[in-house]
């Protein structure tokens, strides 16, 4: 009874200090946002925000590629094999496209940068938390939202963006291969049909629901993925172990919340904006 | 005990701190504690480890605040102050951390550049006051290295040259000697005079080490037991009969009473 009661306190003290975190993660996201729009110094929050943009696709682009190939190959072979026993197979690329652009491409795309960007910046933080770096920063009146946070959040809302289309490209290319290898499509209508189906319904200029609803669920992702990262870096505590435990916070929350708010955006533009 | 501590007239008294005190949930770690560091002084902070000397330093800049008492900086109080005052405050500190803390993704150079950017001057500027900061410092030929591929002495050394790069009133020092050898001790120490008498500044220094207090200290603070137990010159300090404070200079390694050991 002891054992379940204390089990209980301390879900719940997880709980408060959870709720505690995400309301930090959220402010510092806005407070970025905000800074991000509005520098006080313009070209060095640009000169910032390039490089932190530029070393994060530095360091996910190749993971992206081979995985982003991958899932589009899967997604062809499991479908194709399926559409076949109904003789649908002119669906396939109509298919694999919409997967890619609606859910896979900006999904993918998050938990590799949760993975990679989003870790690297916790375990960056966090260092520059427990070795006192972040303390000098505020003694010199830098203001480390400002200085660090702001340019990281930022640039992974755009890389996320970036890499997404990239996956959803290379996906489809990857699908393509498959469709021609297994199922005797050739390439060239492959891609004619990818290009057809995602080119409509449109909205906005000449996006389709299916790209722009993508789109927009992987800068949310971005932003969230570089918000949890920052937040828990930042309140790192604890010498090196606290660091490891700011890195795995920062990735386990990403891809949680990823699911979550991933399930929610799919929901608000498929079911309520129907 | 606070009158003892407290020089005569308020004009020459840089930082105050008047009956603070902090805990940290149930462990009283400063319980009102009362000091005043002379303008244009070097006052070095002793005690044993634990006592609250890096809490003291702490709340004299703002990034700790006190349960209880006030903390002055020029005439400034700075617990509770708004981020406009705590500024204007801090534009005119230096902080050399234990660590150094120098940003470890710049080179040496940049990081003795960043307080300088902040405060708006221009490249040419900037570049010149680094170069003879480093120069001061013995490390103009290191500029372009980075944190990690300098010693610890040097790390240090660099942290001294972008605390002092704006010229500040205040420099405080958070056991700027500790773990380091004789003779880059002793460098330090020539720094840490050199603050006082080349830039004017006022130093507050957080040390174990006592052949490097009476080399760098105008007044000796002794921390124990959450407060300020005696406030002496060198000369009184070698004097002086305290237990604690015969502990250091003995450097016998003798009971304290509450089984530490002192260092
Ligand atoms: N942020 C904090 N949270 C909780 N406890 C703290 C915090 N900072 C300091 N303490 C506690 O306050 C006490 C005094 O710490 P402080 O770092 O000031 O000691 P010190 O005199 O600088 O010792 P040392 O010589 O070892 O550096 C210690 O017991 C420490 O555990
Ligand atoms: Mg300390």
Same mark, same amino acid.
């Given at each position: 009874?002891?054992?379940?009661?204390?089990?209980?306190?301390?879900?719940?003290?997880?709980?408060?200090?959870?709720?505690?975190?995400?309301?930090?993660?959220?402010?510092?996201?806005?407070?970025?946002?905000?800074?991000?729009?509005?520098?006080?110094?313009?070209?060095?929050?640009?000169?910032?925000?390039?490089?932190?943009?530029?070393?994060?696709?530095?360091?996910?682009?190749?993971? &992206?590629?081979?995985?982003?190939?991958?899932?589009?190959?899967?997604?062809?072979?499991?479908?194709?094999?399926?559409?076949?026993?109904?003789?649908?197979?002119?669906?396939?690329?109509?298919?694999?496209?919409?997967?890619?652009?609606?859910?896979?491409?900006?999904? *993918?795309?998050?938990?590799?940068?949760?993975?990679?960007?989003?870790?690297?910046?916790?375990?960056?933080?966090?260092?520059?938390?427990?070795?006192?770096?972040?303390?000098?920063?505020?003694?010199?009146? *830098?203001?480390?939202?400002?200085?660090?946070?702001?340019?990281?959040?930022?640039?992974?809302?755009?890389?996320?963006?970036?890499?997404?289309?990239?996956?959803?490209?290379?996906?489809?290319?990857?699908?393509?291969?498959?469709?021609?290898?297994?199922?005797?499509?050739?390439?060239?209508?492959?891609?004619?049909?990818?290009?057809?189906?995602?080119?409509?319904?449109?909205?906005?200029?000449?996006?389709?629901?299916?790209?722009?609803?993508?789109?927009?669920?992987?800068?949310?992702?971005?932003?969230?993925?570089?918000?949890?990262?920052?937040?828990?870096?930042?309140?790192?505590?604890?010498?090196?172990?606290?660091?490891?435990?700011?890195?795995?916070?920062?990735?386990?929350?990403?891809? &949680?919340?990823?699911?979550?708010?991933?399930?929610? *955006?799919?929901?608000?533009?498929?079911?309520?904006?129907? | 005990?606070?009158?003892?501590?407290?020089?005569?007239? !308020?004009?020459?008294?840089?930082?105050?701190?008047?009956?603070?005190?902090?805990?940290?949930?149930?462990?009283?770690?400063?319980?009102?504690?009362?000091?005043?560091?002379?303008?244009?002084?070097?006052?070095?902070?002793?005690?044993?480890?634990? %006592?609250?000397?890096?809490? %003291?330093?702490?709340?004299?800049?703002?990034?700790?605040?006190?349960?209880?008492?006030?903390?002055?900086?020029?005439?400034?109080?700075?617990?509770?102050?708004? @981020?406009?005052?705590?500024?204007?405050?801090?534009?005119?500190?230096?902080?050399?951390?234990?660590?150094?803390?120098?940003?470890?993704?710049?080179?040496?150079?940049?990081?003795?550049?960043?307080?300088?950017?902040?405060?708006?001057?221009?490249?040419?500027?900037?570049?010149?006051?680094?170069?003879?900061?480093?120069?001061?410092?013995?490390?103009?030929?290191?500029?372009?290295?980075?944190?990690?591929?300098?010693?610890?002495?040097?790390?240090?050394?660099?942290?001294?040259?972008?605390?002092?790069? !704006?010229?500040?009133?205040?420099?405080?020092?958070?056991?700027? !000697?500790?773990?380091?050898?004789?003779?880059? %001790?002793?460098?330090?120490?020539?720094?840490?005079?050199?603050?006082?008498? @080349?830039?004017?500044?006022?130093?507050?220094?957080?040390?174990?080490?006592?052949?490097?207090?009476? @080399?760098?200290?105008?007044?000796?603070?002794?921390?124990?037991?959450? @407060?300020?137990?005696?406030?002496?010159?060198?000369?009184?300090?070698?004097?002086?009969?305290?237990?604690?404070?015969?502990?250091?200079?003995?450097?016998?390694?003798?009971?304290?009473?509450?089984?530490?050991?002192?260092?």
């Amino acid at each position: 009874m002891r054992a379940f009661f204390s089990a209980l306190g301390s879900f719940c003290s997880g709980l408060g200090s959870g709720c505690e975190h995400a309301g930090h993660t959220a402010l510092l996201l806005a407070d970025s946002i905000v800074r991000g729009f509005v520098p006080r110094q313009p070209l060095r929050a640009l000169r910032r925000f390039i490089d932190q943009l530029y070393s994060q696709l530095v360091k996910s682009l190749l993971v &992206v590629i081979i995985v982003g190939a991958f899932m589009g190959m899967i997604l062809a072979l499991q479908t194709g094999e399926e559409l076949r026993n109904y003789g649908a197979e002119e669906q396939l690329a109509a298919i694999v496209a919409a997967s890619m652009a609606r859910e896979m491409g900006p999904f *993918i795309t998050a938990i590799i940068l949760a993975a990679t960007v989003g870790a690297a910046i916790a375990a960056e933080l966090g260092t520059m938390r427990v070795s006192e770096e972040i303390d000098a920063l505020e003694l010199m009146n *830098i203001d480390p939202v400002t200085f660090l946070v702001s340019p990281r959040i930022l640039a992974l809302g755009v890389s996320a963006v970036l890499l997404t289309v990239l996956v959803n490209v290379i996906g489809v290319l990857g699908g393509g291969v498959v469709a021609q290898a297994q199922f005797g499509i050739p390439l060239a209508d492959f891609l004619e049909g990818a290009r057809a189906s995602l080119s409509e319904p449109v909205i906005f200029g000449s996006l389709s629901k299916d790209l722009y609803s993508g789109l927009v669920k992987s800068l949310v992702f971005g932003l969230m993925i570089g918000a949890l990262a920052c937040a828990s870096g930042l309140r790192a505590h604890g010498g090196a172990l606290g660091v490891g435990r700011a890195v795995r916070q920062s990735v386990v929350a990403s891809v &949680v919340i990823t699911l979550i708010v991933g399930y929610l *955006i799919t929901w608000v533009f498929w079911v309520l904006l129907r | 005990m606070s009158d003892a501590n407290v020089p005569k007239g !308020t004009d020459d008294v840089l930082v105050r701190l008047t009956g603070v005190s902090k805990r940290f949930g149930e462990k009283v770690v400063l319980d009102g504690l009362d000091l005043a560091i002379p303008r244009g002084a070097n006052v070095v902070i002793m005690g044993l480890s634990g %006592t609250g000397k890096s809490v %003291t330093l702490k709340c004299m800049c703002g990034m700790l605040n006190p349960d209880a008492g006030t903390v002055s900086v020029d005439g400034v109080q700075v617990n509770g102050a708004s @981020r406009k005052d705590l500024r204007r405050v801090r534009s005119k500190m230096g902080f050399v951390f234990q660590g150094a803390a120098l940003i470890n993704w710049l080179s040496a150079r940049e990081n003795v550049a960043l307080p300088l950017r902040e405060q708006g001057l221009k490249a040419r500027e900037v570049d010149e006051i680094v170069d003879q900061r480093l120069d001061e410092v013995g490390l103009s030929d290191i500029g372009d290295k980075f944190p990690g591929e300098l010693s610890g002495g040097m790390r240090k050394r660099v942290g001294f040259a972008r605390a002092v790069a !704006t010229g500040p009133d205040l420099v405080l020092y958070d056991e700027p !000697t500790t773990g380091l050898d004789p003779m880059t %001790t002793r460098t330090i120490d020539e720094l840490i005079v050199a603050g006082r008498d @080349r830039y004017g500044a006022t130093g507050v220094v957080v040390s174990h080490d006592v052949k490097s207090a009476l @080399r760098v200290a105008d007044r000796i603070a002794l921390l124990y037991e959450g @407060r300020v137990a005696a406030f002496l010159t060198p000369d009184e300090f070698v004097a002086s009969d305290h237990p604690v404070i015969r502990s250091f200079l003995d450097l016998d390694p003798a009971d304290d009473g509450s089984g530490r050991r002192a260092p």
